[in-house]
């Protein structure tokens, strides 16, 4: 038996946020949602509350509209950007469908009040879910455009005092060139926010690193592709990189 396996191994933090990108929902399509993607991310969140684990998320858009992408083919970029909060939306209720399915009870809170859909977000009631071990689901980003998802999982992280963020991945953590491209690139254990940000890791937008950096929040890649691996990590196995000061 493994750690991972151990319920009463010890938990290595006790409430942490997920960050994935749109992107990881749509499996091999290239767009949109594929429901057996979802349902397996949905397991392994499942997993990790299943350890008595506190679990914020929060999903990009990218698999379905990205503000950029919009305004570089002449949109205005502001309501290209609305466009793409609307996007994380639909993402978030996607996992909350799946993860019900499972048993795990969740909200899916929004940045832009849309009520019959889903709860605004009001800090002390999130933490109140988290406390009754839901899991919470934040969309629609900060709610601002020239934002992105990495940034409001960064600021939902550190106002609801999860000890780290989860960032899964493609791959098992940050290389120091593409490690798809590359055979020789080399996975950092260890690097620091500074390291990210002179060298262009990659590991999240400029502003979410600063944000996690001026709170010494802990950025964890890791590969989301890893069957069990969120779990793993959370009992103090496998592979990944921890990004901090
Ligand atoms: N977005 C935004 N403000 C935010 C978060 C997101 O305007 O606080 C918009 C932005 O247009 C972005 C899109 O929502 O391109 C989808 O988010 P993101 O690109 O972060 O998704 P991911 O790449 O993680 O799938």
Do not use: W
Request: with cysteine; glycine share 10%; charged share 25%.
């Amino acid at each position: 038996m493994t750690a991972a396996d151990n319920p009463t191994a010890p938990v290595k933090y006790k409430r942490v946020m997920l960050k994935i990108s749109g992107e990881a929902l749509m499996g091999d399509q290239g767009y949109g949602l594929h429901p057996p993607t979802v349902a397996r991310i949905a397991q392994e969140v499942k997993s990790v509350r299943d350890m008595g684990v506190e679990v914020c998320m929060v999903i990009g858009g990218g698999n379905i509209f990205r503000g950029l992408a919009g305004s570089a083919q002449g949109m205005e970029r502001t309501t290209a950007d609305y466009m793409g909060m609307l996007a994380t939306v639909m993402n978030a209720l996607a996992m909350q469908s799946a993860l019900e399915q499972l048993g795990v009870f969740t909200r899916v809170i929004s940045a832009i009040p849309m009520d019959q859909v889903c709860e605004p977000y009001i800090r002390r009631r999130a933490v109140r879910h988290l406390e009754k071990k839901r899991v919470c689901i934040f969309a629609a980003g900060t709610g601002n455009p020239y934002f992105t998802t990495d940034t409001a999982a960064t600021l939902r992280a550190n106002e609801m005092a999860c000890e780290a963020i989860f960032k899964g991945t493609k791959v098992d953590g940050v290389y120091d060139k593409d490690p798809k491209k590359h055979a020789d690139a080399k996975r950092y254990e260890e690097v620091s926010y500074d390291e990210c940000l002179a060298k262009h890791l990659g590991v999240m937008d400029a502003s979410a690193i600063a944000l996690a950096r001026d709170n010494d929040l802990p950025i964890i890649v890791f590969s989301l592709d890893e069957p069990g691996g969120f779990k793993g990590i959370l009992a103090g196995q496998g592979t990944y990189t921890i990004v901090r000061g």
